[in-house]
């Protein structure tokens, strides 16, 4: 572990202009490392830096099957350095190693799959009659900022920064303050697999000060972010100035509906992985379950086994799969979620297990279950962004439904049932960006993701998000007769 870390920008690991920031370890409390804190002119570099890769055509030039080929070798990179880039990982942010290492290796199939899209992205000729032809085009948009969450720090760079170069575009990368170090790797993938200087840059930096300042830069060409509702609120407006597009994944507060048909044996491993993976800092977690009335205490006894089931112990001390979870990012994070389940027993609700800060150096909180919750509580209503979970009661389908769809998020929602017709009825009702029958998280790289209402707009993952990256361009010729 080195004590500082620089920032790369155009090729070049340099100092930052607003100083250094501390990097704490939340598996202990203590300061792990330094790294380089960017201010404005920085970023102004490392968007000058993508700007002449763009440019140049050293990109977008390319053929697509070339430039493919990179991407996936970036991600190879990733997978022979997965065991060094999990352990930074762990200690940044908390997770249990052996959750880290899932998560490089998620990482690494993102560059996979993105850069087996590379050579799809196709345009088409419209017919317009003998004295015409016409053809559509796609060309990167130029500069992709993106600016990445702390809870899965080089997940959700390795799914922006995969499909941005293998469309053609070069990346700023502002770091999470919280989990900056990770990131290096990808500046050493880049340079492994000899994309040019400038291409990827990558800088940690505040919210206020780097954020800000690549958000609202006049030659940034596209914006991806992910995180909390008040900032993408902030990024958008700042974006809607240069009248640059935003793709904006914005969290949830997302539901299951269990119903008295479920197989509650399947469901238990749901709610191991839904609530309870990466402390529940997760923006699609399933925070709410919707229980039947006819199964619900039989549900939240199920709950809480799973809950106690789990040891909470710091990430390094977890290398093998298995009933364990980790430290929350930040003692704040944790305090927040802590008087979250403070205020909603003083609304009325019960904490069944859990709720209670670990007495142990770290940020540490038990995975908790609360039942008696009605939809008008705050907790029903606020995403949490920890091992919380909260269950309420439904009588009847649409009454399920009227609560799965009363928050202002829309990100994910899922419908547990051997019905069939009630699966696929529930899923053309609930509003969400994705819906799962009978297992939370269903799906892979694959499959588009992305919110309604406040969890955001536009499309990660699959094909659909790759036109995030592009522009159509229509080309109409008059043919001589």
């Known amino acids: 572990m080195k004590d500082y870390w620089q920032n790369y920008i155009d090729g070049a690991w340099v100092d930052g202009g607003a100083g250094r920031i501390d990097v704490?370890?939340?598996?202990?409390?203590?300061?792990?490392?330094?790294?380089?804190?960017?201010?404005?002119?920085?970023?102004?570099?490392?968007?000058?830096?993508?700007?002449?890769?763009?440019?140049?055509?050293?990109?977008?030039?390319?053929?697509?099957?070339?430039r493919g080929r990179m991407v996936q070798a970036m991600g190879r990179y990733l997978l022979e350095h997965k065991d060094e880039v999990a352990e930074v990982l762990t200690l940044e942010q908390g997770k249990p190693l052996w959750e880290a290492l899932i998560e490089v290796e998620g990482a690494a199939r993102y560059f996979e799959y993105y850069g087996n899209q590379a050579e799809t992205v196709e345009g088409r000729s419209i017919p317009l009659g003998k004295d015409y032809f016409d053809f559509t085009t796609y060309e990167p948009f130029g500069v992709s900022a993106q600016i990445i969450p702390w809870n899965y720090p080089v997940e959700m760079t390795a799914r922006s920064l995969s499909a941005a170069l293998a469309t053609g575009?070069?990346?700023?990368?502002?770091?999470?303050?919280?989990?900056?170090?990770?990131?290096?790797?990808?500046?050493?993938?880049?340079?492994?697999?000899?994309?040019p200087k400038g291409a990827v840059n990558i800088l940690c930096g505040l919210g206020h000060e780097a954020g800000s300042a690549l958000s609202g830069h006049p030659q940034v060409n596209q914006i991806v972010f992910t995180g909390s509702v008040p900032t993408g609120i902030a990024i958008a407006t700042?974006?809607?100035?240069?009248?640059?597009?935003?793709?904006?994944?914005?969290?949830?507060?997302s539901a299951a509906i269990v119903h008295s048909d479920a197989d509650l044996d399947a469901f238990e491993n749901d709610i191991r992985w839904g609530i309870y993976f990466n402390a529940g800092q997760v923006c699609s977690a399933m925070s709410r379950v919707i229980a039947h009335d006819s199964i619900h205490d039989q549900l939240v006894e199920r709950m809480v086994s799973v809950a106690k089931s789990l040891t909470v112990l710091p990430g390094t001390e977890q290398p093998e799969f298995g009933p364990t979870m980790g430290a929350m990012v930040s003692e704040g994070q944790r305090d927040r979620a802590a008087d979250m389940v403070s205020a909603a027993e003083g609304q009325g609700a019960r904490v069944v297990t859990g709720g209670r800060k670990l007495n142990i150096p770290g940020a540490f909180l038990e995975p908790t279950v609360i039942s008696g919750v009605t939809p008008d509580m705050t907790i029903a209503q606020d995403e949490v962004f920890g091992p919380v979970l909260s269950v309420l009661k439904f009588r009847d389908d649409a009454e399920a439904i009227e609560i799965a769809n009363g928050t202002p998020y829309g990100l994910v929602s899922g419908v547990f049932t051997r019905d069939i017709d009630r699966a696929t009825s529930a899923a053309r009702q609930l509003r969400a960006g994705q819906v799962f029958v009978n297992e939370w998280y269903a799906g892979g790289v694959e499959t588009p993701f992305g919110g309604y209402g406040k969890s955001g707009y536009g499309r990660e993952k699959g094909r659909e998000a790759l036109w995030n990256y592009v522009q159509t361009k229509n080309?109409?010729?008059?043919?001589?007769?």
């Open 24 to 66: 704490i370890n939340p598996g202990t409390g203590e300061k792990l490392a330094e790294h380089a804190l960017a201010d404005a002119a920085d970023v102004d570099r490392a968007v000058q830096a993508a700007r002449r890769v763009h440019m140049s055509g050293a990109l977008s030039d390319l053929r697509p099957v070339e």
């Open 169 to 195: 575009n070069a990346c700023v990368i502002k770091t999470p303050e919280l989990t900056p170090l990770s990131n290096e790797w990808f500046a050493h993938a880049a340079e492994a697999v000899g994309l």
């Open 238 to 253: 700042a974006a809607a100035q240069n009248v640059v597009p935003c793709v904006l994944e914005l969290g949830g507060k």
């Open 475 to 481: 080309v109409a010729i008059r043919l001589k007769g």
